[in-house]
């Protein structure tokens, strides 16, 4: 049974999209035992106390762990979004990936519509965004989103704190190419599932130009090649990959033998053939191309 994720507006329900080119690096970190619980009840408390301290009049704050999420909608709806996107990814993705919360307690400030994000930014955190979508502050530990373009940012976002407390080493690719998946998701079976998005039209193009890397060139790929490099097909790559393998029961599969063998195969090449069953990658890569060719996004 598909059941559509939520991006929750007032009207209606539609699969969580993103347009967004948010598409900034992300740091790492030391490993850590899995499992750790991080933050207390009195974390939190002290936490939302310093928050009240410097939001605007007109917002409302909702504690939804292992995040606080700040919007300026209307009370009931930044309540719903917290709880029907943002607690609705978070368990998705634990179920299926991650054990251990972020690292830090996250903010993520639910701005209305376009007006409200672009003068709260620069207000609150003295940004001028360059993505009309959403972005990460490294600076304030905060998702910034501007919720009237839809929840895709938001989830894409939301997966890379995930990863940096569980796979501290995970190559960028990875990062990117799971984060990418859940751009436009929902929920197949009682577990997350990606559906083909905006990425998908110049990916197939770079394939048909025969622009596309080996795999062996995507999963070696350091982080500033990876976003200075030809980032839009760097992106779309990994993330129809991911699409790939989660079309062919695989992706859950491939992320825990992955981090299981981190230390041997610190890209995730060999696990990946070993996954698709293929010695050959030029053969599989050739397979892949024409799997990608015949999707369709809308």
């Known amino acids: 049974m598909i059941k559509f994720c939520l991006a929750l507006g007032l009207t209606s329900l539609m699969l969580l999209t993103c347009t967004s080119n948010n598409?900034?690096?992300?740091?790492?970190?030391?490993?850590?035992p899995r499992n750790e619980k991080r933050f207390t009840d009195g974390d939190y408390e002290q936490h939302v106390k310093k928050l009240k301290e410097k939001i605007p009049p007109g917002f409302t704050i909702i504690l939804q762990k292992p995040f606080v999420v700040i919007g300026d909608e209307q009370p009931d709806m930044v309540k719903l979004r917290a709880e029907k996107t943002i607690q609705w990814s978070v368990d998705m993705?634990?179920?299926?990936?991650?054990?251990?919360?972020?690292?830090?307690?996250i903010d993520i400030w639910?701005?209305?519509?376009e007006e409200s994000y672009t003068e709260h930014a620069l207000?609150?955190?003295?940004?001028?965004?360059?993505?009309?979508?959403?972005?990460?502050s490294e600076e304030h530990t905060a998702l910034v989103m501007n919720i009237s373009t839809g929840g895709g940012t938001l989830v894409h976002e939301i997966v890379h704190p995930f990863i940096r407390a569980n796979f501290a080493d995970c190559p960028t690719w990875f990062n990117e190419g799971l984060a990418?998946?859940?751009?436009?998701?929902?929920?197949?079976?009682?577990?997350?599932?990606?559906?083909?998005?905006?990425?998908l039209s110049g990916l197939q193009e770079a394939i048909t130009n025969d622009m596309v890397p080996s795999f062996e060139a995507l999963t070696s790929c350091d982080e500033h090649t990876f976003y200075t490099q030809d980032r839009g097909t760097n992106y779309a790559q990994a993330r129809y990959l991911c699409y790939y393998l989660q079309e062919h029961g695989l992706l859950v599969k491939f992320y825990h033998r992955f981090y299981e063998n981190r230390k041997e195969d610190p890209t995730g090449y060999k696990t990946l053939q070993k996954i698709v069953g293929e010695e050959d990658m030029d053969r599989f890569k050739e397979k892949w191309e024409s799997f990608v060719l015949q999707l369709r996004f809308p």
């Open 110 to 113: 639910l701005f209305k519509d």
């Open 93 to 105: 993705l634990k179920q299926d990936y991650f054990e251990k919360d972020p690292l830090d307690i």
């Open 123 to 136: 207000e609150i955190f003295g940004d001028e965004p360059t993505t009309p979508f959403g972005y990460f």
């Open 180 to 199: 990418s998946l859940y751009e436009q998701c929902g929920e197949k079976d009682g577990h997350i599932y990606g559906y083909t998005n905006w990425r």
């Open 23 to 32: 598409e900034d690096s992300r740091p790492r970190v030391v490993d850590e």
